[in-house]
């Protein structure tokens, strides 16, 4: 299994910008897919963005056009770059890597506190 360790949380006021970071224990080249999820409060946690081995991406429809992720793998690194935060985007957020195609759990950091508020 591979370790994930998020960073890049905290607070934010309502229109800012935040990065958040996931560390990988090993290479994230090879993966299969690498996302980041989100979960507030009394909600179920939803997928906010997703990137694939190849490089396509997939965004929350909500999301698209504030939200990017990408990665840098020589630093077994995947990032999300938030923009124009809301405080409805208040949540913990996770990372998550799948190694296969046929791991369809995948590997969960311990998340990150995102609150946006004025």
């Known amino acids: 299994q591979v370790q994930l360790v998020e960073s890049g949380g905290g607070l934010v006021q309502p229109g800012g910008s935040l990065r958040l970071s996931c560390v990988a224990s090993?290479?994230?080249?090879?993966?299969?897919?690498m996302g980041w999820y989100r979960q507030a409060p009394g909600k179920q946690r939803e997928s906010v963005a997703r990137?694939?081995?190849?490089?396509?991406?997939n965004y929350a429809a909500a999301l698209e056009g504030r939200f990017t992720i990408s990665s840098d793998n020589a630093k077994n690194t995947v990032y999300l770059q938030m923009n124009s935060l809301k405080p409805e985007d208040t949540a913990v957020y996770y990372c998550?890597?799948?190694?296969?195609?046929?791991?369809?759990?995948?590997?969960w950091g311990q998340g990150t506190q995102v609150t946006v508020s004025s």
């Open positions: 090993r290479t994230i080249f090879s993966f299969y897919a």
């Open positions: 990137m694939y081995r190849g490089g396509s991406t």
């Open positions: 998550n890597v799948r190694e296969t195609v046929l791991d369809v759990v995948g590997s």
